[in-house]
Structures are given as structure tokens and as C-alpha cells.
């Protein structure tokens, strides 16, 4: 029994120093700078489903293939390393957007290493892919990277990027708003993915999300596969936990809630009729305090409103030292039948809708969400009462991207429709 158990300890003592040591290892190691530039086609058609393009000598006596595995959505690859803008040694390919609006399209790629010694697959003991400068064109534009499976990623503590994870993909979205050139210091748009003892990244995805008011475009992506890094950042003056709007009688409520408040000064409210052009119609000097959160409320009764029919309103939040930031867009619809106010939101959406409508009986109402085909993918049915009602629609992650129709019934009769989007993240 001594004896078992004295081989036990030292087996899982060398257990214990061989995690250590792989742990110390992926901690301390270096990601190699890599050179990527002049591509050669390796084999199939160019800018095809299929192609694999070689680049040599990324590192020393390594060099990497990338195949273009998927053309989604109406996406085109317009090259597989472009380097008029930002850095010569750098992976930059350029994906034309689709003419579809209202559309996520990108082209699927997959990266693997190899010896030039023996045409061997190569492992590194690590690598880094740092995407930057993914943002928007100001317009209707927004670009997005994903990577398959990193070992970790990071974004700057002060990031404009929405990280989200599907299956493994991990993606960054952008913002419609553009950083004017392609500049590894601008670290709100980077996204650091991080491999440990890899000698391939299964899947990359390199496209854009395109909104109802843009031009087809080519847009440059930039790859860096370097050990850059994130430095702190003073925090951002606002979290926001919520931001919403609620139409009643001709008025919009604007209503958000805020957390970690650090540097806040006050909030302008801006209103869009275009979702181009946006003006200041309030500010906001201070919230109500509800536990560790601020709620906060702007109502818009003003008579441009009269005869609109879809409305935007963003947040400009400033902070003590003058600098101010952006929330995100809400769309708010103005118009609707007699005797019913129905309001459907966030739109786009990921998983849930809430429903809001007004109306003027007791009744039992059905809310439908239907494709563009008119199958009903969803139905929920809720007793209403005389007056204000919300009801929340959930389960919809599992929806195809596109657009639906969210359809009020009441006591068996259709009352309103509504288009909604679905966002994949």
C-alpha cells in the first residue's frame, strides 16, 4: 500500500509540474511576427470557393495556405491580400458587401501552416491574429471578423467591437461608425485572437453587416498576425444596461438605465428621421438613483413627430472632460391602426421581442412572427387589458438571419404588422 501510494504522488507530482509548465509556457510565450505578402495561387480559380492561395516565408522556413472554404450570403472576395492601405505585412483581404440590404455576408477562409523543409504541417508554440480597424462607413455599413476556437481573445477595455460566441466562432461586429485609416493604436476597433500549440485556425470570417442606406463597396480588412497588444485604458464614463422607447398618444418615452457611472456629465437626446443625419432635441442633466443603477427619461412630444411614420434616437453621453460617446440606434415606429399602439423592440433582434401596444378593450391577442414566405415560425397568445400592455416574445434565437413580419392579432382579427430583422449575433 506504501509503495502504490508513493508511485501515485510522484505520478501526480509529474502531473502537476508538466500542467505548471504548460501553463508557465502559454503565459510567457511570444507570439512570432509573421510577414504575409505576395500571394500566389496555389490551386483552383481565383477569388473562388476553393482557391488556396500561398504565402511564403510567413516566419522562417514556414509558409501558410488559405483556402476560401465559402462565399455567404452574396459576399465576393475581391483579393486575398491587398496592401494599398494599411500594412504591407499584414493579411488584408478585401470583401465586396452584396446588393442585398439588410444582410450578413462574409467569406469563410481557413488558414494552416506549413515546413518548407518537407511540406509538413507546422505547429507553433504559439501565435496571434490581431484584426484591426473593424468598423462601419458612417452610412450603412458594418464590418465583423470572427476565428474559430482561439485559445483567448482580448479587446481594449474600451472597445466599440460587439463580441459575441457561437459554436465556437468567436466574433467581433463593428459599428457603423468609421476610424479614418488603419491604425494598430486605435484600440477600441482591435480584437486580439490568441492560439496555443496550433498549426491552423479551422475557420475565419471576414465580412460586413449591411443596414438599408449603403453602397456596395469593397472593404479592406487587416490581420496582423503579431504579438500587439491591448494597453489599459481609462474606463468608460457610462455602462448601459438598457435603452428603450415607448409611443403613447403622439409621444415617445425614451427611457434608459445606466450602471458603473464614473465620469458622467449629462446626455443630449438626438432624433433621426433617415438614420443619417441626427439632431440634438434635449438634454439631460441627471437620473434616479435605483440601487447601484441610474434610470434616466426623455419624452419627445414634439410636432415633427406629426405625420412621421418610423423615427431614430441615439444617446450622446458626455463626460467632465468635454469628450462624449454614442449609444446605439433605436427605431421607433410612430404610426399604427386605430385604437391599437403596437411597438416591437430591439429591432434587429437576437433572441426575444417585446411587444408593447395600447389598446382599448379587454381582449385576447395573438402576436405571430412570420417569414417572408408567410409561414408563421412563432405564435404566443396573452389575455390583454384596456390600456398599456407588453408582452415578451422569446425563443427566437434559433430563426434564420432576414427579415420577419411580427403580426398583432385581437379576439381573432389582425390589428398591426410590424418588419422586424433578425441579427445572427
Known sequence: MRKNSTILCKLLFTILICIYSFSAHAQTCTSPEMTWK??????????????????????????????????????????????????????????????????????EFKIEFYKHSNNNSHTYPCFQLSFIDVDGDNVGVKEFVAAKNPSSYSVSNITVLNISE???MRKAMGPLQNFTNIDTSAYQTNINYKYINEDKISEVWVGSYTLSNFTVQD??????????????????????????????????LLKWLTTQEVTNSHFETERSFDMNKFSSIGVVLDGFVSGTN???????????????????????????????????????????????????????????????????????????????TGQTMLS??????????????????????????????????????????????
Open 294 to 372: 441610474k434610470s434616466y427619461q426623455y419624452k419627445d412630444n414634439s410636432t415633427e413627430l406629426d405625420g412621421r411614420s418610423m423615427a431614430y434616437y441615439r444617446l450622446k453621453q458626455f463626460d467632465i472632460d468635454g469628450k462624449f460617446s454614442y449609444s446605439k440606434v433605436i427605431a421607433v415606429r410612430l404610426q399604427a391602426k386605430a385604437g391599437v399602439v403596437m411597438q416591437v423592440s430591439p429591432n434587429p433582434f437576437i433572441e426575444n421581442l417585446n411587444v408593447r401596444y395600447t389598446s382599448t378593450e379587454t381582449a385576447v391577442a395573438q402576436i405571430r412572427i412570420i417569414n417572408n
Open 38 to 107: 505576395n500571394a500566389v495561387l496555389h490551386s483552383g480559380t481565383a477569388n473562388q470557393v476553393n482557391s488556396v492561395y500561398k504565402f511564403s516565408n510567413v516566419t522562417a522556413g514556414i509558409y501558410a495556405l488559405v483556402k476560401v472554404e465559402k462565399l455567404i450570403n452574396g459576399a465576393k472576395l475581391t483579393s486575398i491580400d491587398d496592401n494599398t492601405y494599411g500594412y504591407e505585412a499584414a493579411w488584408q483581404p478585401v470583401v465586396k458587401t452584396p446588393t442585398t440590404i439588410l444582410t450578413t455576408s462574409y467569406v
Open 219 to 252: 472593404r479592406y480588412s487587416c490581420g496582423y498576425f503579431d504579438d500587439i497588444s491591448m494597453p489599459w485604458q481609462p474606463p468608460l464614463p457610462v455602462k448601459y444596461l438598457s435603452f428603450d422607447a415607448v409611443v403613447n398618444d403622439k409621444t415617445v
Open 166 to 168: 457561437v459554436s465556437g
Open 380 to 425: 404566443k397568445q396573452a389575455l390583454i387589458s384596456k390600456g398599456y400592455n407588453n408582452i415578451q416574445v422569446d425563443g427566437l434565437s434559433g430563426l434564420a438571419t432576414g427579415m420577419y413580419m411580427a403580426q398583432l392579432i385581437v379576439n381573432g382579427k389582425v390589428i398591426d404588422n410590424q418588419r422586424v430583422i433578425k441579427n445572427p449575433f
